[in-house]
């Protein structure tokens, strides 16, 4: 790694030595800057600018009468397109739009000739023809200004059209409103009342049986309520006679476990003797054999026989196993005190534990009785409330009887009044001015385009920027290889050490390119102010791509010198035209679209453009992934050559590059 370092700061040490290198690098530095900065500022949003664009406006219209109106639709056209401002126009004579749109005085004129009104009039009568809109182009001007030109005309050949359109739609409309427009509705109207009424006198019948059924339920209802209210009188009856019952519980509780303690304290006590006595005995019984010895030893210093010493100690053998007998049940009697210890505290524990929970027993039977007393009181109130209602729905149903009378009696007079409405169908309804002029607008111009848009790039520059600023990226570092070593010839003869080498030609335009892209990025983002979703997305991006094309470029030089050179400009061209910047890819030849898919300025521009407009962000995923992959066949393809020059050397190796 050092020694990579090491190589990289030499390349800069040399870029940096003398004035003019330092001259020549920051000239080529600010390459893609100057690229990608003036064009993208100079197309900016051109669209917005399009009112300076000069046009003639040729209006010979002398107008024509219609339905006893004088009528002059050129000149309604004319202040129509001054008004709207979308270019420079100028009304002028038929000779001097000609001569301006020759001499490049305007770029296109727009003539409305002298019959146009007259020929637009010309479809109410029997000889009907078209009206003309002339336009006037010239591609020495701009090829482009004729391409506006022509979509600005075919915009006021649609508004004309709209406008006739709509001047008939309302005669059409006038003479159709005559014969039976309202008419129609009206007895439509009527079916649907008629058809209403009934729907009604069905949901009026449907409604009496529902009362019934409510006033039956109401009835059942109030049954069981009286039933619930003598049954929760009897529950309060009980609970309050439980209550009672139960108001000394906590204090007998609490002498029961004062008992229980006195009780538990006197077995302890009791014990405590017991498990004294049974230590003694234990030690009386453990000391006798040392007894019985030292009484024969005694015996045999005395000069008594042996065999008199043998009888005596016969003799006390049944007393040690008296002693023995009695030492077991004395410890037996004691493990007995101890259980009977421990189960007297834990009487003593279960005693306490009842009368701290005993008043709390207490309280929830005190409110269970409450309660019991509300629910009677409730029920009570329920259950006469539920008679009240038995009787409302009683008086609703017979309501609801006279109502379906009423809706029967209705349902026939609109029938009576829709047959009377068809019958009418020879009179003449009106109809209002607004309604049959909204439908002759709508008949003008019956569709309308809404557009909506998964991403926007909001400008024309923007649109443009990911394609520009991914060439940029190719120009700046293939500026930079005009003066910089693709390798180190002498790494090459010393260090023996490819990837090294390859590392150190490659890490050098890498970083500069990615500064670049630092400057680049301000501008597209900061000084031009366009808009970037991701902004640490895209200068990834952009940085991506400029790394990239490093190592492209790094691979031509080392295997083909000069000549790689060149072709990194070739593939740049390539690269231009089949990226799909401008026009998308689909509209290239056959063998250029292919090759869409295989260069990397393609995923360059489709990654930048993810990012910059908010688009799929698992497809710039996958362009980084592509370009990722380019990086590093290119930097192994780099390390190859590097690797052959390690071994021999051709002659092309030891003549001097064009390129320094």
Do not use: C
Request: glycine share 10%; aromatic share 6%.
């Amino acid at each position: 790694m050092l020694k990579i370092i090491a190589m990289i700061r030499a390349e800069f040490a040399r870029l940096w030595a003398t004035r003019m290198s330092r001259l020549a690098f920051l000239a080529l530095m600010i390459v893609p800057l100057l690229y990608g900065g003036l064009y993208l500022w100079a197309n900016q949003n051109p669209y917005d600018r399009l009112d300076r664009i000069p046009v003639a406006l040729v209006v010979s219209d002398t107008g024509t009468t219609q339905n006893g109106k004088e009528t002059n639709f050129g000149h309604d056209v004319a202040k129509q397109l001054v008004k709207d401002g979308t270019f420079a126009w100028k009304q002028v004579s038929a000779a001097e739009a000609k001569a301006g749109v020759k001499d490049g005085e305007f770029d296109f004129s727009l003539t409305l000739p002298e019959k146009f009104s007259e020929d637009l009039a010309s479809s109410q009568t029997d000889q009907p023809r078209q009206a003309e809109v002339i336009l006037t182009t010239n591609d020495a001007n701009s090829y482009l200004a004729t391409t506006i030109g022509t979509q600005a005309a075919k915009t006021v050949q649609t508004q004309i059209v709209a406008t006739v359109n709509k001047q008939a739609a309302q005669t059409f409309l006038d003479a159709l409103a005559k014969i039976r427009g309202n008419l129609v509705e009206a007895a439509d109207g009527g079916t649907k009342l008629t058809d209403g009424a009934k729907t009604a006198l069905d949901g009026a019948s449907a409604l009496t049986s529902g009362a019934e059924q409510a006033r039956d339920g109401a009835g059942q209802l109030g049954t069981g309520l009286n039933s619930l209210r003598d049954g929760s009188q009897t529950l309060a009856g009980g609970l309050d006679t439980l209550r009672n019952q139960t108001a000394s519980l906590p204090g007998q509780s609490q002498q029961l476990a004062d008992g229980a303690a006195k009780v538990a304290a006197g077995n302890a006590q009791f014990a405590q003797v017991g498990n004294e006595l049974a230590q003694g005995s234990s030690q009386l019984v453990q000391q006798l054999p040392a007894v019985s010895q030292k009484m024969a030893e005694q015996l045999a210093a005395a000069g008594v026989p042996q065999d008199t010493i043998n009888s005596v100690l016969a003799n006390l053998k049944p007393l040690g196993d008296a002693a023995n007998q009695s030492n077991t049940k004395v410890q037996a009697a004691v493990g007995q005190l101890n259980q009977l210890s421990a189960g007297a505290a834990a009487v003593a524990s279960g005693s306490k534990a009842l009368a701290d929970a005993t008043p709390q027993l207490t309280n929830g039977i005190n409110q269970l009785a409450t309660g019991a007393g509300t629910l009677r009181d409730g029920a009570s109130t329920a259950a006469t409330a539920a008679g009240t209602l038995h009787q409302g729905l009683g008086t609703l149903t017979e309501k609801l009887g006279e109502l379906g009378g009423g809706l029967d009696t209705i349902h026939g007079g609109l029938g009576t009044l829709t047959n009377g409405l068809s019958d009418g169908f020879k009179q003449i309804p009106e109809t209002t001015v607004t309604l049959r002029s909204d439908q002759a607008t709508n008949i003008s111009n019956p569709v309308n385009l809404h557009s909506s848009a998964v991403t926007s790039a909001g400008t024309y520059g923007a649109g443009l920027a990911p394609f520009f600023v991914s060439l940029a990226a190719w120009i700046g570092i293939y500026a930079l290889f005009l003066i910089l070593k693709p390798f180190s010839r002498r790494a090459i003869t010393a260090l023996h050490s490819p990837i090294k080498i390859t590392l150190a030609g490659w890490a050098t335009p890498a970083i500069l390119g990615a500064v670049q892209m630092i400057a680049l990025f301000g501008i597209v983002a900061g000084t031009l102010g366009f808009q970037v979703s991701n902004p640490v997305g895209a200068y990834g991006m952009m940085a991506l791509a400029s790394v990239t094309f490093a190592a492209i470029i790094l691979a031509l030089n080392v295997w083909l010198g000069s000549v790689g050179q060149f072709l990194g400009l070739v593939l740049m061209v390539i690269q231009l035209v089949t990226a799909g910047g401008t026009f998308p890819w689909q509209t290239l030849p056959g063998p250029l679209a292919s090759l869409h898919h295989f260069l990397p300025m393609s995923f360059a521009v489709d990654g930048m453009r993810q990012l910059m407009y908010g688009g799929d962000l698992a497809a710039a995923g996958n362009d980084a992934i592509v370009l990722t992959l380019i990086l590093l066949g290119a930097l192994v393809v780099s390390a190859i050559g590097v690797t052959r020059m390690t071994h021999f050397r051709t002659l092309r190796d030891l003549q001097p590059s064009l390129i320094g």
